[in-house]
């Protein structure tokens, strides 16, 4: 606030008008690089808000090459071979050059990359024969979706994370007659999904949670400490804490992009990384993986 009560600190949203003037643009063209173009927005009580900052960004990222070609930030769905070998990509990395990822599941991933917080998402969402249809369709519930591609990594077995105490079950009906502990994922995430989805398949209820964990990481680990006897994962997390595992099914993994990222050099230089002998070799030893569709492009918003 100034001296006199007046408040001369511009607002950090501009209202369509506003950031058609900012941009040089009539509002009906702003209305359609919303979709079109990506261009950073929000809908508030029926009317759109453009954050001035990420409009900035925006522009700078639209020039020729873009100006966050020594950046790579990945945020989505937890896997350990996608970030054992984007840490291997990050240690060979010149100075000055962020490489980044933050495993805070398939949602929140995509709610960063719509925002333009994030580069890309790595998401899973349901069975592997069902992920054309249901990655579309979960993209096209985020912004600026219809400007993204998504690149295929894996298919990677999905189930349940057991402790080594836990006697060995046949199914989910046998296991929850056990009642064990349970570790649970948040909402947004993959394995949640999964896994509830799986319950209701099976006409079954879950036992109550006695914890929810951040990751599918964390909720490993937990399970390894005894802090529960069971989580939803992957086959290779629980390898990677040598937990016992018991199987659902499979789903696919997929890398999440603006279109002009995926030609961008460090984008490029993480799937070679993924490709190469030393990260199939990890992911075998995880086990769980079927590296056959990695680098195929997937349709990004496209519903059969």
């Given at each position: 606030?100034?001296?006199?009560?007046?408040?001369?600190?511009?607002?950090?949203?501009l209202?369509?008008?506003?950031?058609?003037?900012?941009?040089?643009?009539?509002?009906?063209?702003?209305?359609?690089?919303?979709q079109?173009?990506?261009?950073?927005?929000?809908k508030?009580?029926?009317?759109?808000?453009?954050?001035?900052k990420l409009?900035?960004?925006?522009?700078?990222?639209?020039?020729?090459?873009?100006?966050l070609?020594?950046?790579?930030?990945?945020?989505?769905?937890?896997?350990?071979?996608?970030?054992?070998s984007?840490?291997?990509?990050?240690?060979?990395?010149?100075?000055?050059?962020l490489?980044?990822?933050?495993?805070?599941?398939?949602?929140?991933g995509?709610?960063?990359?719509?925002?333009?917080?994030?580069?890309?998402?790595?998401?899973?969402w349901?069975?592997?024969?069902?992920?054309?249809r249901?990655?579309?369709?979960?993209?096209?519930?985020?912004t600026g979706?219809?400007?993204?591609v998504?690149?295929?990594?894996?298919?990677r077995?999905?189930?349940?994370?057991?402790?080594?105490?836990?006697?060995?079950v046949?199914?989910?009906?046998?296991?929850?007659?056990?009642?064990?502990?349970?570790?649970?994922?948040?909402?947004?995430?993959?394995?949640?999904?999964?896994?509830a989805?799986?319950c209701s398949?099976?006409?079954?209820?879950a036992p109550?949670?006695?914890?929810?964990?951040?990751?599918?990481?964390?909720a490993a680990?937990?399970?390894?400490s005894?802090a529960?006897?069971?989580?939803?994962g992957?086959r290779?997390?629980?390898g990677?804490?040598?937990l016992?595992?018991?199987?659902?099914?499979?789903?696919?993994l997929?890398?999440?992009?603006?279109?002009?990222?995926?030609?961008r050099?460090?984008?490029?230089q993480?799937?070679?990384?993924?490709?190469?002998?030393?990260?199939?070799?990890?992911?075998?030893?995880?086990g769980?993986y079927?590296l056959?569709?990695?680098g195929?492009?997937?349709?990004a918003?496209?519903?059969?």
């Open positions: 606030m100034s001296a006199d009560g007046d408040d001369t600190t511009p607002s950090p949203y209202t369509a008008r506003e950031a058609a003037a900012y941009l040089h643009l009539n509002e009906k063209t702003l209305y359609a690089m919303i079109d173009s990506g261009i950073p927005a929000t508030v009580t029926g009317k759109w808000l453009f954050p001035r409009l900035d960004d925006w522009l700078l990222e639209s020039t020729h090459g873009g100006v070609a020594d950046r790579l930030l990945i945020a989505g769905s937890d896997d350990p071979w996608l970030a054992h984007i840490a291997r990509l990050a240690q060979r990395a010149d100075d000055g050059t490489i980044a990822y933050s495993p805070c599941g398939t949602r929140k995509l709610a960063l990359l719509a925002q333009r917080r994030a580069n890309a998402c790595p998401i899973h349901g069975e592997a024969h069902h992920a054309t249901r990655h579309a369709l979960l993209l096209r519930e985020y979706s219809s400007n993204w998504m690149v295929q990594l894996a298919l077995e999905q189930g349940v994370m057991l402790s080594r105490t836990l006697p060995s046949g199914g989910l009906r046998e296991l929850f007659e056990r009642r064990p502990r349970l570790i649970q994922r948040g909402e947004g995430a993959g394995s949640q999904h999964f896994f989805q799986a398949a099976a006409g079954l209820a109550e949670a006695v914890q929810v964990a951040a990751t599918e990481r964390e680990f937990m399970v390894a005894g529960g006897d069971c989580a939803p992957t290779a997390a629980a990677e804490f040598n016992h595992f018991l199987p659902l099914g499979s789903e696919a997929d890398l999440v992009m603006p279109r002009t990222l995926y030609f050099a460090l984008l490029q993480l799937l070679a990384e993924l490709a190469s002998d030393d990260s199939r070799d990890l992911a075998a030893r995880l769980g079927d056959a569709p990695l195929r492009l997937r349709e918003n496209s519903v059969t």
